[in-house]
């Protein structure tokens, strides 16, 4: 699944050097970072060109706090793939006015854009990034108060502990518009929302039933995530 999501990338970049890619924090992504870092030390792709995004913060975080979705992606990706800052965007979570951090972030996506591929997860509750049930099919970057499911499944990214209110992200409009929205899931226990939200309802109580309107997007599942799925 990783290979083959890293493929797609590798192919988008070779067509566009200087695309607009949207990475995500999270478990299933890591795979992918890891190839992809691997096929820029082999020569297989530059990324020197590209732009990119991050997905979501918990807001109060930056990269320097352990656990936040930014410190992931430097570690994982940007740093070892020798990002470039100046092509990179990342919320500032920490900002006194997080419209503003929002504001900046759907600026940088008009200047550098469209958006090529956007990575997103599922949660458990079918959120997209940080857009929680409810969340406005038609938003760009926004931040808005977590549910509780999220800051409970959150706390695995953390060593203690930690405090989670509310999340800053991009918007399911950013999704719509991107050319190829890429969804990621791996794993048992993301099953029964997998099912719900490709096979169900498409409503923002399940945010990410959206895919079942993008006639461009992927859906990368492995086995165990896609075994309730019906054919």
């Not at 959150?154 to 992200?169: N, P, V």
């Not at 719509?176 to 929205?181: D, G, H, L, R």
Request: charged share 20%; proline share 4%.
């Amino acid at each position: 699944m990783c290979r083959a999501a890293a493929d797609i990338i590798l192919n988008q970049i070779k067509l566009k050097p200087d695309s607009l890619i949207c990475l995500t924090s999270g478990d299933t992504p890591a795979g992918i970072y890891k190839l992809l870092v691997e096929d820029a030390q082999q020569g297989k792709v530059d990324f020197s060109a590209c732009y990119f995004v991050g997905l979501d913060e918990w807001v109060g975080m930056d990269k320097n706090d352990t656990g936040s979705c930014t410190n992931f992606l430097y570690e994982t990706f940007f740093t070892p793939a020798r990002i470039d800052p100046s092509r990179m965007m990342i919320f500032d979570a920490k900002a006194a006015n997080l419209d503003a951090s929002c504001a900046a972030m759907d600026n940088f996506i008009k200047e550098k854009g469209p958006l090529a591929i956007m990575l997103v997860g599922i949660g458990m509750n079918g959120h997209i990034g940080l857009n929680e049930p409810g969340a406005d099919f038609n938003s760009y970057a926004h931040h808005s108060a977590l549910a509780p499911v999220t800051i409970e499944v959150g706390q695995k990214y953390f060593t203690h502990q930690t405090q989670l209110t509310e999340g800053i992200t991009l918007g399911l409009k950013h999704l719509q518009e991107a050319k190829i929205p890429m969804l990621l899931a791996s794993g048992i226990k993301k099953a029964n929302i997998i099912k719900l939200a490709l096979q169900g309802e498409v409503t923002n109580q399940v945010p990410a039933s959206i895919f079942q309107t993008l006639s461009s997007a992927y859906v990368m599942l492995d086995e165990d995530a896609a075994s309730l799925l019906v054919h």
